[in-house]
């Protein structure tokens, strides 16, 4: 897979890198990071599981990992990409301004593409990026917790129902002082 791409040099493995998002600070550890022909870097995620670039769109991103990454850069990174290790199923999953890079592509998936506009670059891609996550941290800071579950899938196996309520219909819902 690795040598389907355009020339690239590994620039750092395993990279600590700390980013003030808003008034969080994060400390995050980048699995790695390769130097592109034109002289940007392509921000790599490994996993072994699954990985989509849907997760990435929404007001509340399901995987925020990799965005969080590019904000922690000196400048917009070319690409950012999971590179799934799976046995049989190995490949990049990701976006970016630059080709090169097999399942890398430059166009968010609909309905985000329709939603940013046509003619939306890498640019206001991670503008859009970068807003979500502030808001988001922001929220956080400040003690914001609300229950919303991205789908129903999130409720399956968390076992605090009783706390947050999820599915409990609080008409019905009664408190006793017996």
């Known amino acids: 897979l690795e040598e389907q791409r355009a020339a690239f040099a590994i620039e750092a493995l395993e990279q600590r890198v700390e980013l003030q998002v808003d008034a969080l600070q994060v400390r995050l550890q980048v699995d790695r990071m390769d130097r592109l022909a034109d002289g940007s870097l392509a921000i790599i995620d490994y996993k072994t599981g699954k990985a989509r670039v849907q997760d990435w769109f929404g007001e509340r991103p399901a995987k925020p990992q990799l965005l969080l990454y590019g ?11 999971f590179a799934m290790v799976r046995r049989g199923e ?35 891609v991670n503008e859009a990026w970068c807003m979500h996550l502030e808001r988001l941290a922001r929220e956080f800071v400040h003690g914001h917790a609300e229950v919303a579950p991205l789908n129903s899938d999130s409720c399956t196996y968390c076992g605090l129902q009783p706390l947050c309520r999820v599915g409990i219909d609080t008409d019905q819902a009664a408190i006793s002082d017996d």
């Open 71 to 81: 904000l922690a850069t000196d400048s917009l990174p070319g690409a950012l990409a």
């Open 90 to 124: 190995s490949a990049f999953v990701g976006l970016g301004a630059v080709g090169g890079i097999p399942g890398v592509d430059s166009k968010p998936p609909k309905p985000y593409s329709d939603a940013l506009g046509d003619d939306a670059g890498w640019d206001a």
